[in-house]
């Protein structure tokens, strides 16, 4: 079966440009979850959608950064006018929801951003 | 906050040794779990243990839970080259379990 894909797999872009990475999470999934993966660092939490919940956006380390869940399956994280320090892979992770203290997140393959 | 260290940050043995890696935290979780993450890929778990004290073995790995639930750690015997990767712990405090923290991990390299 399918597992959690993203889009692009690669994305160079230069400073100040707007980037737009795409989610799409195993079917049935309720939960979605961003992170970030800087070079040789572990996972930092971006945000969090559950169903139709509001989504938990602790995690956004600015107002440039935001994200949608349309239809409660495809998300899209947007950066805005993004910087060198937004250089990262993001992953993208799916799970069958609720804070079952067991539930697996399931990961897709990341998108690596640069920016020049 | 709540933070997860993990130690060693980077280990390269020969195949066929032993090591453990660790997993620590001055929090309480509610369950911690490991996942491996290989180059060019996502974090695939290994897996989740809930209860203080559990010990859960997967074929080569042991994976232990403190009694405190506060800690854990990663035991690998005769290790092998595929073993090589990212090791990563992720936890839910005790007080904030619709939350995942994320250690840092361990980055292991078996040279065969």
């Known amino acids: 079966g399918a597992g959690v894909s993203q889009s692009p797999s690669n994305k160079v872009t230069e400073k100040g440009k707007d980037v737009e990475l795409r989610c799409d999470p195993i079917?049935?999934?309720?939960?979605l979850y961003w992170y970030r993966q800087s070079l040789g660092q572990g996972l930092e939490f971006l945000i969090y959608?559950?169903?139709?919940?509001?989504?938990?956006k602790s995690g956004l380390p600015s107002d440039r950064f935001s994200a949608e869940r349309t239809g409660g399956s495809v998300s899209t994280l947007t950066i805005q006018r993004t910087q060198q320090e937004d250089s990262a892979v993001y992953l993208c992770a799916s799970s069958w929801g609720g804070v079952r203290a067991y539930n697996e997140q399931f990961f897709g393959p990341g998108t690596r951003l640069t920016v020049l | 906050t709540q933070l997860l260290e993990q130690s060693p940050q980077f280990l390269s043995i020969q195949e066929g040794e032993n090591l453990t890696v660790y997993c620590n935290s001055s929090s309480v979780f509610s369950s911690l779990q490991w996942y491996r993450q290989e180059p060019g890929e996502g974090p695939v778990l290994l897996v989740t243990v809930v209860t203080g004290g559990e010990v859960k073995k997967l074929k080569r790995l042991t994976f232990q839970f403190g009694d405190a639930r506060k800690d854990s750690s990663l035991h690998i015997t005769a290790a092998q080259p595929g073993d090589t990767g990212l090791y990563l712990c992720?936890?839910?405090?005790?007080?904030?379990?619709?939350?995942?923290?994320f250690g840092k991990g361990t980055r292991l390299h078996i040279l065969p």
């Open positions: 079917s049935g999934h309720t939960a």
């Open positions: 959608f559950q169903g139709n919940s509001a989504p938990d």
């Open positions: 992720a936890g839910r405090p005790r007080n904030r379990d619709d939350k995942i923290i």
